[in-house]
């Protein structure tokens, strides 16, 4: 009887996440909750992804909604190349294969956005194919049961990875067992404080018998993290804000932002440009005056920071106030705060109007 599988899956029939919203439904509804689940904790994921099949509740719906109401509803989850993907792939899905999500690893796998462990989740949970899976848990599950050492991002330890994977998996119950995995790397073999107490392989995990749990798997060496300051522009008029869709590649790529500067003389040379007279520039809440009347706009010239995955970014925020509206541009747009909020606009924007809106 297979050591690693067996014990694994009857843990996850007894002690598993078996009423996830996505579990029993329909390949559409798996592959979501897969993107969704890249770099996304499940309990964060739930909501979203139920307001998103709520409102694209299949593959033809998806696929005719604007890439701007699909980046509405990603807007908090991050990483929206994800959901541009998501998009893009849905209306291949009606090109390609007539609506149907394809059945075929090699099929799904061409689908944008899409690589070798998704695609064999979506395989596994959603057609009972025997593949394999590596996810970030997943990775950490096995170099400790295997005594894998090694930070994955080599080759020769992504391939050990890849291949430790594939000697394990069963020949029965791959949906099960496949979950088994991602439930056994997000409630008992966790980064921190793993349960080894309570873990149903721990006879055969070599990381637990040698005493290493802590040191597997092997870090990589940390790196500094470069830091960046930007200013984003608060341009009001008539209780108007004005956003300004980015370009569809690069970060935040087809997101409703504020206009972004990296130094105050680039907001001057900005006012010059669109024929605006910058004198109303505030740049802290002493600026705002006697006559200011509302703390949401003090709140909202407090810097912040906001941390990417491979930077970190302190923002500065300025307040204009504007007589009339310039812009009117495709990719600019003058909004309510409280439509603002509405939009596709990614974290630190929302953080700031939020606290524009919370008088
Ligand atoms: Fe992970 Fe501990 Fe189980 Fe080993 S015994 S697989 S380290 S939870």
């Not at 770099?39 to 299949?58: C, E, G, K």
């Not at 792939?89 to 799904?108: D, K, N, T, V």
């Not at 500067?261 to 006697?290: M, T, Y």
Request: hydrophobic share 40%; aromatic share 8%.
């Amino acid at each position: 009887m297979p050591t690693f599988s067996s014990p694994l899956i009857n843990w996850q029939r007894e002690h598993g996440r078996n009423d996830l919203p996505w579990q029993g439904t329909d390949p559409y509804r798996v592959w979501l909750s897969e993107i969704m689940l890249q770099q996304t904790q499940v309990a964060t994921v739930i909501p979203y992804y139920l307001r998103f099949v709520a409102s694209f509740p299949d593959i033809e719906a998806l696929a005719n909604a604007s890439e701007e109401e699909v980046l509405a509803h990603w807007s908090g989850l991050g990483y929206y190349a994800r959901g541009r993907n998501l998009h893009r792939a849905a209306r291949m899905i009606m090109e390609l294969h007539g609506g149907q999500f394809p059945q075929q690893y090699e099929q799904i796998l061409s689908l944008p956005g899409i690589g070798r462990s998704t695609a064999a989740a979506i395989c596994a949970l959603g057609f009972h194919e025997k593949r394999a899976i590596l996810d970030g848990n997943v990775k950490r599950v096995l170099a400790r049961y295997c005594g894998i050492v090694g930070h994955h991002s080599t080759k020769q330890v992504d391939e050990e990875l890849w291949r430790q994977a594939e000697l394990l998996l069963p020949d029965n119950d791959v949906a099960v067992y496949t979950q088994a995995l991602m439930d056994m790397g997000a409630m008992l073999c966790t980064r921190c404080r793993p349960k080894c107490e309570s873990c149903p392989v721990q006879e055969d995990c070599i990381a637990f018998q040698a005493g290493i749990v802590n040191e597997l798997p092997t870090s990589k060496q940390r790196k500094i993290v470069p830091e960046r300051s930007a200013i984003f522009l608060l341009a009001m008029s008539d209780g108007k804000i004005l956003l300004e869709k980015r370009k569809s590649s690069g970060i935040w790529g087809g997101l409703w932002c504020l206009p972004q500067f990296d130094e105050e003389d680039d907001v001057q040379n900005w006012c010059a440009l669109h024929g605006i007279e910058p004198d109303k520039l505030i740049r802290h809440p002493s600026e705002l005056g006697e006559s200011a009347d509302s703390i949401a706009q003090c709140k909202a010239l407090v810097s912040f920071a906001h941390i990417f995955t491979h930077f970190k970014l302190h923002i500065t925020p300025l307040l204009l106030y504007l007589a009339h509206k310039p812009l009117h541009q495709a990719e600019h747009v003058w909004l309510s705060v409280d439509q603002a909020l509405q939009a596709a606009i990614p974290t630190p924007v929302r953080q700031l109007l939020s606290r524009l809106a919370n008088v």
